[in-house]
């Protein structure tokens, strides 16, 4: 099993439209994770920690289950400016392990 | 905003050359990581460096690879021997604790193609 597995996709939507990605992890013991994005050839940058109670930001709400190690983002109202890769991140310690990432494209 | 910043962009180098990236991590934070990725696949964890000494290292991190702060500011990744498979980009990235939940800021990294 792969450490961190997300569904590589792509996603094509429509502007405004609601989507849902999905990461499971296969380290029980991993203690903090993330959301981040990353567009084409460009560094990786922060979206949001993803937190136990499920955290909102704006248009974005990330959701972990801890029991089923698994972690879902769900962006609201998709942007043009949505479209990137998203990257599932997951960490021990300093140890941070990424996901393949699943690409994200918003259509006009 | 501050920055992490990398140089050179790109590096072209032969098969078996020695290549040091450099860093300049942002100024008040304290751990630093190196990453890897390959064109087409996932961001690889390489190394994490805290207090002048390794704090955490991957499997890829084997011994042909080596960091150094070798002053203030700069935080440098040396592959010794170069293998065309360590051809990639090479993200450096920095963090203000290293505390679990602590967002780290990557730097826009280093094309390396090794030929």
């Known amino acids: 099993r792969k450490e961190v597995e997300q569904d590589p996709g792509p996603f094509n939507v429509p502007e405004g439209a609601t989507v849902a990605f999905n990461c499971t992890y296969s380290?029980?013991?991993?203690?903090?994770f993330f959301w981040y994005r990353q567009d084409c050839r460009k560094e990786p940058k922060l979206l949001m920690s993803?937190?136990?109670s499920g955290n909102e930001d704006g248009r974005f709400t990330a959701q972990l289950n801890r029991a089923s190690q698994y972690i879902s983002l769900l962006i609201r109202d998709s942007k043009l400016s949505d479209s990137a890769t998203y990257l599932c991140?997951?960490?021990?310690?300093?140890?941070?392990?990424f996901g393949a990432g699943t690409r994200l494209t918003v259509k006009p | 905003e501050p920055e992490v910043t990398q140089t050179p962009s790109h590096q072209v180098t032969q098969m078996g050359q020695e290549v040091i990236l450099r860093c300049v991590p942002i100024?008040?934070?304290?751990?630093f990581y190196w990453y890897r990725q390959i064109l087409g696949q996932k961001v690889e964890f390489l190394v994490s460096?805290?207090?002048?000494?390794?704090?955490?290292k991957s499997e890829i991190f084997d011994d042909q690879f080596s960091v150094e702060r070798p002053d203030g500011s700069n935080f440098t990744l040396k592959i010794r021997s170069t293998k065309l498979e360590d051809s990639a980009m090479y993200f450096c990235?920095?963090?203000?604790?290293?505390?679990?939940?602590?967002?780290?800021?990557f730097g826009p990294g280093t094309r390396l193609t090794v030929l």
């Open positions: 991140v997951v960490s021990n310690n300093n140890d941070m392990r």
């Open positions: 993803v937190y136990s």
């Open positions: 380290n029980s013991a991993s203690q903090s």
């Open positions: 990235a920095s963090d203000t604790s290293g505390r679990r939940g602590d967002e780290q800021f």
């Open positions: 460096f805290y207090n002048n000494e390794i704090s955490e």
């Open positions: 100024s008040n934070h304290l751990y």
